[in-house]
Nanobody, 120 residues
Framework: QVHPVESGGGLVQAGGSLRLSCAAS????????MNWYRQAPGKQRELVAG???????NYADSVKGRFTISRDNAKNTVYLQMNSLKSEDTAVYYC??????????????WGQGTQVTVSS
């Protein structure tokens, strides 16, 4: 089993910042892509940012210039630094991890989600 666990969500005023973390643990041989998704009430889950094992990043247009994704490969952890937060950033944020396990083979797993609420 591989378990990503998110932390760092909370309530913040518009214009403020939060830093999300997601640590993957379990039977991990290697991790490839690590991604952050979010889902707002009544909306579909959307990709916010992603980072490859080599450090290449991609962002949704709505967060470019405000959010920064990074990772610590030694800790199997991905971060999302969120600055200049807006009310429309309010959502449950999910970590998604792709990799391989000697026991399980290839995997793609989701964390349980962490709530981010931005008050205007």
């Amino acid at each position: 089993q591989v378990h990503p666990v998110e932390s760092g969500g909370g309530l913040v005023q518009a214009g403020g910042s939060l830093r999300l973390s997601c640590a993957a643990s379990g039977s991990i041989f290697s991790i490839n892509d690590m991604n952050w998704y979010r889902q707002a009430p009544g909306k579909q889950r959307e990709l916010v940012a992603g980072i490859t094992s080599g450090g290449l990043t991609n962002y949704a247009d709505s967060v470019k210039g405000r959010f920064t994704i990074s990772r610590d490969n030694a800790k199997n952890t991905v971060y999302l630094q969120m600055n200049s937060l807006k009310s429309e950033d309010t959502a449950v944020y999910y970590c998604n991890v792709e990799g391989s396990s000697r026991q399980l083979g290839p995997f793609r797993v989701w964390g349980q989600g962490t709530q981010v609420t931005v008050s205007s």
